[in-house]
């Protein structure tokens, strides 16, 4: 087996060999099912309906604060806001762009770690791209993120928590144009997901579940971007989910996807695909191929040809990302008639094809230049 000396996986024991910085939250009801939570509220010496009440506020009212939960008894509320309500995330900044249809929030953690998250509003729906990890371990070279390294996983609750704060901000018709209702989910903000596994997958149950379990999206309308660690994906198209998983996969050979996206060494691209392709037959659900448009280096006709044959006749899509530069990176975007081309090659061979919008460019809200703890400082 290589060795992967710039990949950094966190361990998920709070209490273990983690520096303080890299402490876990305190528990929160986001991170419990209802049962869970019944539990938690029963052992306080109240009632199990408390427990229901409390989930009524927080995921069917998008109410996180208790004070706003009035009808509760105070004494009750205080006890059980204790033990189920901690504050998780303190708003730092949130900077508004492309005429109020994009908003990105800045949080503070109870450990003082910085994580971003993108609400964007569109005529027929509202999406938020949320953070799974405090930075990313995975150093992939033209990322924001990837280059300041990993803090710590997120909680479930944690990061479930900036998809409901979000959904408030939502509801509260901030976004110009735009449903009032958060309806998409995307787990493309800061972190690799599915290094993050069971809290990830916890979150995505969380955000799914009806209220007042939880959030009530649809499982179709949450996508799951992974740097494609190979066993996870083959996990998650057993966790009985319908979520899309995007694959990032931005080369189509291995010799510069090892550069482009480091874990290569470890999975290869036939690899990563299988997995993509056995993802896409448990769950019937297209497999999105992420892939950023980098001038001069993963743009050429031929890598477009080559992609091309490596997903013809699969169920996919090829969503290409403009590369947002990140400060002192050596890369640009694809010009547009590069880009064109590209399309038009992997049309021709039959493969679905769009190019993302580039929302929050300007508030470095955008694909991959999400990080924090560079911009406050
Ligand atoms: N770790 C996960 C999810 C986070 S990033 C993953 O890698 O999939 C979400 C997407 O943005 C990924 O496809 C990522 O490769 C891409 N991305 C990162 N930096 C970018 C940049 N500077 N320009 C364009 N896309 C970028």
Redesign the pocket.
């Known amino acids: 087996m290589t060795s992967l000396p710039l990949i950094q996986i966190a361990s998920d024991d709070p209490t273990g060999s983690t520096s303080r910085r890299a402490a876990m939250p305190p528990r929160h009801l986001a991170d419990l099912d209802l049962s869970g939570r019944q539990a938690v509220v029963t052992e306080l010496g109240e009632s199990a309906f408390r427990a229901r009440q409390i989930s009524t506020h927080y995921f069917g009212r998008l109410v996180r604060e208790p004070a706003r939960m009035t009808d509760l008894p105070a004494a009750a509320r205080d006890r059980i806001a204790a033990e189920l309500l901690p504050n998780l995330l303190t708003p730092v900044r949130e900077v508004a762009t492309d005429d109020g249809a994009t908003r990105k929030a800045l949080w503070r953690l109870h450990d003082g770690s910085l994580v971003e998250s993108v609400l964007m509003g569109y005529p027929d729906r509202v999406t938020v791209c949320i953070s799974s990890q405090a930075g ?1 371990g ?1 150093a ?1 070279p ?3 993120t990837g280059q300041a390294g990993l803090t710590r996983n997120l909680s479930t609750a944690e990061i479930v928590d900036q998809a409901v704060y979000l959904a408030g901000v939502a509801a509260s018709g901030l976004l110009a144009g735009s449903p009032s209702r958060l309806s998409h989910v995307v ?3 800061m ?3 599915l290094a993050n596994y069971a809290r990830v997958v916890a979150a995505v149950r969380r955000l799914t579940a009806p209220a007042p379990e939880g959030l009530g999206l649809s499982q179709r309308h949450v996508t799951v ?3 494609g660690l190979v066993p996870a994906m083959r996990r998650l198209a057993d966790e009985g989910l319908s979520v899309t998983l ?1 694959l ?1 996969l ?1 080369a189509p050979d291995d010799e510069l996807r090892d550069e482009l996206v480091p874990v290569n060494q470890r999975w290869k691209v036939a690899e990563v695909l299988d997995a993509a392709w056995h993802y896409a037959e448990r769950t019937g659900r297209r497999v999105s191929i ?1 892939y ?1 448009m980098i001038r001069d280096v993963n743009d050429q006709p031929w890598r477009a040809d080559l992609l091309g044959r490596l997903l013809t006749g699969r169920l996919t899509h090829v969503n290409l ?6 400060p002192g990176s050596r890369w640009d975007a694809s010009p547009k008639p590069v880009e064109r081309e590209f399309v038009r090659r992997l049309r021709a061979a039959g493969v679905s094809t769009t190019v993302r919008d580039t929302r929050g460019r300007e508030i470095d809200g ?4 999400l990080a924090a703890a560079a911009v406050t400082q």
């Open positions: 990313c995975m992939c033209f990322c924001a787990f493309m903000g972190g690799e997901p971007s992974t740097v995007a990032s931005h992420e950023a990302i403009p590369l947002n530069p990140t955008a694909c991959g230049q």
